[in-house]
């Protein structure tokens, strides 16, 4: 009965349809019945003469022509649905994508919202030397919020903690990132969380589209790794593009030293997502102000800072020489390589560097020297804080490369 009973309700509806076109057959002449579409078109073929040229006209449509081009290749089109994809994580600022987000998992990994310039972003911020603000960090877990005690792992840039688990579920930290994590969370060295690693979260939408555009003219390919040529290469064009005038042979030779600092396992290539924070880090040493660089630093980072430039103040006047504040930057605010990390030294690490350290070589001695030696100016808290903001934000990301180096 319930067979049958559709099968009548059917030719209800097509009968209903039929008187539908006719009275208003001059309007929907062109236009195959919503209803007929629905039901089966084998059902009213009678009722409907149009509907099959349309669909014919559709398949003409979809023929190429003697002038069209050649139809594109299926590897042709999975490649350019991937650099899609890829171009869409970028503008997100997702960064690289995990191969474990390719799987199903309980958790949703978090939304970015890229952050937008205030009024006052230029304006100076006064910072106490001498009031450490201490930042507590928070109870509960940032994924699951549930509070664990010792299970919880902190970000050492901000207050955010994580289950190991939590952060394995969401699928932005792989298995070798995940042991990293345990290691050094709670150590001198720290670690930064998801948040605070991808320093091109800082950019604003504006930033990141210019940036963007910038990569696609010089056909930059997401999420590949880039030789020294390539990096050179893509210098000249930005060079071009900003300043109307070629790279000089000085500035050749800092961007492959650059190069190297990007490179610190000697693989002859540098990774993805150590180009994109260096240029994102680029795009804020260019564009931004001092000032508002130094409203992007955590209390964490803030407490760091006061940490280094007290050490160096030996006479406790509130006064360090340039070169000193340059040696700062190039021994706190600069990354290490994993051969070193046993000698928890980084930027958490309070006190300069020991000339037996692995991570001192004689080069940085002798720069060093050269430094204090012929920079004798005499620096503030708020100078030093203001001209080391760039360096303290470098130092987030957890990759071992130095994502922004002192120039040559």
């Known amino acids: 009965m319930g067979v049958l009973m559709s099968k009548k309700q059917q030719v209800e509806k097509v ?11 001059e309007g929907l002449k062109n236009q195959p019945s919503s209803v007929q579409a629905h039901n089966g078109a084998e ?3 009678d009722d409907a ?5 349309a669909e014919d006209h559709k398949e003409e449509e979809g023929k190429p022509g003697p002038s069209s081009a050649q139809p594109v290749s299926a590897p042709s089109r999975e490649e350019n649905k991937a650099n899609q994809e890829a171009w869409g994580r970028l503008r997100d600022g997702k960064g690289v994508e995990p191969e474990d987000l390719k799987k199903a998992h309980q958790l ?14 230029d304006q100076p911020v006064q910072i106490e030397l001498d ?21 919880l792992f902190p970000c050492r840039t901000c207050t955010r903690v994580f289950h190991d688990g939590c952060l ?29 690693d991808n320093v091109n979260l800082l950019l604003t939408e504006e930033e990141m589209y210019s940036l963007m555009e910038t990569f696609k003219q010089c056909k930059i390919i997401p999420e590949s790794c880039l030789v020294s040529d390539e990096l050179l290469q893509y ?3 930005v060079s071009k593009q900003l300043f109307e005038k070629d790279l000089t042979d000085e500035q050749e030779e800092e961007i492959l030293a650059q190069f190297a600092a990007l490179d610190p396992e000697k693989k002859g290539q540098i990774e993805w997502s150590d180009f994109l924070y260096h240029e994102s880090l680029s795009v804020l040493q260019k564009f931004r102000t001092e000032n508002s660089l130094v409203r992007l630093l955590t209390a964490k980072e803030r407490d760091r800072a006061r940490a280094v430039f007290q050490s160096m103040d030996q006479d406790k006047d509130g006064i360090i020489t340039g070169g000193e504040s340059r040696r700062a930057q190039s021994s706190w605010f600069h990354k290490i390589s994993k051969e070193s990390q046993s000698c928890n030294v980084s930027i958490s690490h309070v006190g300069p560097i020991s000339e037996s350290s692995p991570a001192s070589s004689s080069s940085d001695k002798s720069r060093d020297k050269a430094m204090e030696k012929y920079d004798s100016r005499p620096v503030t808290w708020d100078t030093f804080l203001r001209e080391s903001a760039i ?4 130092a987030r990301p957890n990759s071992a490369a130095m994502h922004i180096r002192l120039p040559l």
Not at 49 to 53: D, V
């Open 391 to 394: 360096y303290i934000l470098a």
């Open 108 to 121: 949703t990994p978090p939304a970015f919202v890229r952050p937008k310039r205030q009024p006052n972003d």
């Open 49 to 53: 003469p149009e509907q099959p040229e």
């Open 168 to 196: 394995r579920e969401i699928g932005y930290l792989r298995a070798d990132a995940l042991q990293e994590m345990r290691e050094t969370a709670h150590t001198t060295t720290g670690w930064s969380c998801y948040y605070c």
């Open 235 to 237: 210098r000249h064009f």
């Open 15 to 25: 009968q209903k349809c039929s008187v539908v076109v006719s009275a208003f057959r």
């Open 131 to 151: 009031q450490r603000e201490q930042p507590v960090n928070d109870e509960m877990c940032e994924v699951c919020e549930v509070w664990t005690a010792d299970d």
């Open 43 to 45: 059902n009213v073929g």
